[in-house]
């Protein structure tokens, strides 16, 4: 998996990954919704989706594989037990933690922390962000 941490590193990248010049294609983006870059090779079928917090790159094999945006965001500072309390309680989280070095993370609902965190509730939120397994925190140390 491809992570970057601002969206011009995202596109720095697809410059380098994608195999031709593209263009930003108006009636696909239409029709789906979000942004469809096309290759300007006519004898190729390939596409960069801009999906917000990440690019997903289409290559001519029929492959692809995204770049995920980890931007610094909003949720940083506030406590875990503040972050929880506006989720769903049967969301999934994973929780990240580095003691003494280690690193640790696990993974219940927000509920499960909520009643059972009483050590990490009040930790404050280094970041958060998803990735194809879901939510993830990464507290304070």
């Not at 009636?27 to 190729?44: C, F, V």
């Not at 995920?68 to 972050?83: H, V």
């Amino acid at each position: 998996m491809l992570k970057v941490d601002t969206k011009k590193s995202a596109w720095e990248l697809t410059n380098r990954l994608f195999p031709t010049d593209y263009e930003l294609d108006s009636d696909r983006s239409r029709n789906a919704g979000y942004k469809i870059y096309y290759t300007t090779n006519p004898e190729m079928n390939a596409w960069i989706s801009d999906l917000g917090d990440r690019l997903e790159l289409n290559y001519p094999n029929g492959s692809s594989e995204n770049i995920w945006i980890e931007s610094q965001n909003d949720n940083a500072g506030l406590t875990l037990m503040e972050f929880l309390k506006v989720m769903d309680k049967d969301t999934f989280v994973s929780i990240g933690l580095t003691v003494c070095g280690i690193k640790f993370e696990a993974r219940h609902s927000a509920e499960y922390f909520i009643e059972q965190g009483d050590t990490l509730n009040n930790k404050k939120i280094q970041k958060a962000y998803m990735d194809d397994c879901g939510l993830h925190i990464r507290l304070e140390n």
